[in-house]
T-cell receptor, first 112, second 114 residues
Framework: DGGITQSPKYLFRKEGQNVTLSCEQNLNHDAMYWYRQDPGQGLRLIYYSQIVNDFQKGDIAEGYSVSREKKESFPLTVTSAQKNPTAFYLC???????????FGEGSRLTVL | SQQGEEDPQALSIQEGENATMNCSYKTSINNLQWYRQNSGRGLVHLILIRSNEREKHSGRLRVTLDTSKKSSSLLITASRAADTASYFCATAILISNSGYALNFGKGTSLLVTP
């Protein structure tokens, strides 16, 4: 089935550790996005990529890093520099014509 | 930055009633989209309305867009318990030949009771 797969669904991290969230899509979309969602809040854009080997910072990129080595994959690393990393992270992709986003099921990161 | 702002923040209705949610935004847009999110899940795209459209229907959903007032509304008719979810509006701005930037509001939490 076509779609976006995020893993892991749940992740626990100790303070000071980096963690990487995986996002894979088989929709042949050029654009991919990472959003952060806090309880009762909307989505805030962390990073986005419109083409392989290129990506741009979103509104809250500090403490995060990404790579886009393959069209299908857009992993997000939450670094120890991120002050408040506990959140729900959503990956999405879109085709070129309307910007309609297709989302994965999310990864919930908890820092212990 | 968040541009869309939904109103109300929470809405509780009974099955069979209609639910109306509103979204206001600040700058010019290419299109406006509505998404649904069940608790702990990813968002699902519901409907898109372009800036040159005023109204659009999809099943029990009706979306209106007033660009002069920079506002949109989502109407769900004959609601069902399964419609219980959070609903988000997202404003889309074209940023390149191949991509849009979407800004999401904080959402409306809809509870439909049997």
């Amino acid at each position: 089935d076509g779609g976006i797969t995020q893993s892991p669904k749940y992740l626990f991290r100790k303070e000071g550790q980096n963690v990487t969230l995986s996002c894979e899509q088989n929709l042949n979309h050029d654009a991919m996005y990472w959003y952060r969602q806090d309880p009762g809040q909307g989505l805030r854009l962390i990073y986005y990529s419109q083409i392989v080997n290129d990506f741009q910072k979103g509104d809250i990129a500090e403490g995060y890093s990404v790579s886009r080595e393959k069209k299908e994959s857009f992993p997000l690393t939450v670094t120890s520099a991120q002050k408040n990393p506990t959140a729900f992270y959503l990956c999405a992709s879109s085709g070129a014509y309307t910007g309609e986003l297709f989302f994965g099921e999310g990864s919930r990161l908890t820092v212990l | 930055s968040q541009q869309g702002e939904e109103d109300p923040q929470a809405l509780s209705i009974q099955e069979g009633e209609n639910a109306t949610m509103n979204c206001s935004y600040k700058t010019s847009i290419n299109n406006l989209q509505w998404y649904r999110q069940n608790s702990g899940r990813g968002l699902v795209h519901l409907i898109l309305i372009r800036s040159n459209e005023r109204e659009k229907h999809s099943g029990r959903l009706r979306v209106t867009l007033d660009t002069s007032k920079k506002s949109s509304s989502l109407l769900i008719t004959a609601s069902r318990a399964a419609d219980t979810a959070s609903y988000f509006c997202a404003t889309a701005i074209l940023i390149s030949n191949s991509g849009y930037a979407l800004n999401f509001g904080k959402g409306t939490s809809l509870l439909v009771t049997p």
